[in-house]
């Protein structure tokens, strides 16, 4: 089975700052979240409600609120324009888990597994028109073209992701491309109405941006890490599951490439004809770590949070700053 990323010892980082920092207008998105969840139909709020309650960190409207506040805004549309994100994440999070066939998100029974496929889809439909509707009515056509490019760009990353599924041909930069569209460019956007909100220079608009796409690439290198070598109890998910739904992610193209003939047709018999069982998972995770996938994914991830930290150069220094960096070192932490 899979094991715990072998390194020497664990950098301290944490989202404790971010959190204090944007915690009273955190009080206020999390009160818009519940009221937004209502419905006359009792099984939309219940369904919604299991997910958007079950323990997620709501990183990305932080993202919102603490850019926001970074650039100086002071008026409260960020609060509408937060919950609207989460709200777009939940329902990719539902949509995804039907795709994916997932049994578990966060630890929990998925949706899927507990109201069915239709449910989880239509479930997923009625968020995100609620934030379109909470999109509107912040009022903005720049924010809106933002979230509404996001929500196009994450289902073509989804749909990229699906047509590479169990190709093991896929190179790097196609998992890039994946990558970039389905998990950076939500974090993207909530880093970027910071600025837009507070009607700041195009270049701290694309600073923000910046931070917020390299932050979520770097997370999701993690993720990718940790489905081969962490435990199941800090994913969330079953460990290997990536592996078991013939995804090729990082740590797979990698171990691919630098292998041996035999080796290769191992990952091909494993994912693309569907023979993943526990011994091919132990056997994936014993070459990864041979040719230092794993490791290396890890590396790749603490690059482009460097990136992702070095945008953040063109603002003053505040404690907001530094706790948008901390979430950085904290989102890489979490391999170690």
Known sequence: MAVVLPFESAPEASIESLVRLVQPDMERVNATILSRTGSDVTKI???????????????????????????????????KIAAAVEFLHTATLLHDDVVDESELRRGKATARMLWGNEMSVLVGDFLLGQSMRMMVEVGSLRCMEILSTAAAVIA????????????????????????????????????????????????????????????????????????????????????GDDFREGKITLPVVLAFRRGTDAERAFWR???????????????????MHKHRAIEDTCERAKHYGAIATDAL???????????????????????Y
Do not use: W
């Not at 409207?61 to 926001?68: C, F, G, K, R, Y």
């Not at 150069?313 to 391999?335: E, M, N, T, Y």
């Open 313 to 335: 150069g063109l603002f003053p220094a505040s404690p907001v700053k530094r706790a948008l960096a901390d979430a950085v070192a904290f989102a890489i932490s979490r391999a």
């Open 45 to 79: 709020p219940e369904v919604a409600n299991h997910l958007i309650s079950s323990g997620g960190k709501r990183l990305r409207p932080m993202l919102v609120l603490a850019t926001a506040q970074m650039c100086g805004y002071q008026g409260d549309a960020q609060t």
């Open 156 to 239: 073509e990353g989804e749909v990229m992701q699906l047509a590479a599924a169990k190709n093991t041909e896929t190179t790097e930069d196609a998992y890039l491309a994946v990558i970039r569209s389905k998990t950076a460019e939500l974090f993207a956007a909530a880093a970027e109405f910071g600025p837009v909100l507070a009607g700041r220079p195009k270049a701290e608009e694309a600073a923000c941006r910046s931070y917020g796409t390299n932050l979520g690439i770097a997370f999701q290198l993690v993720d990718d890490a940790l489905d081969y070598g962490g435990r199941a109890a800090e994913l969330g998910k079953n460990v």
């Open 269 to 287: 018999k494993a994912l693309e004809k569907g023979e993943a069982d526990d011994a091919a998972l132990e056997t994936a995770v014993g070459l």
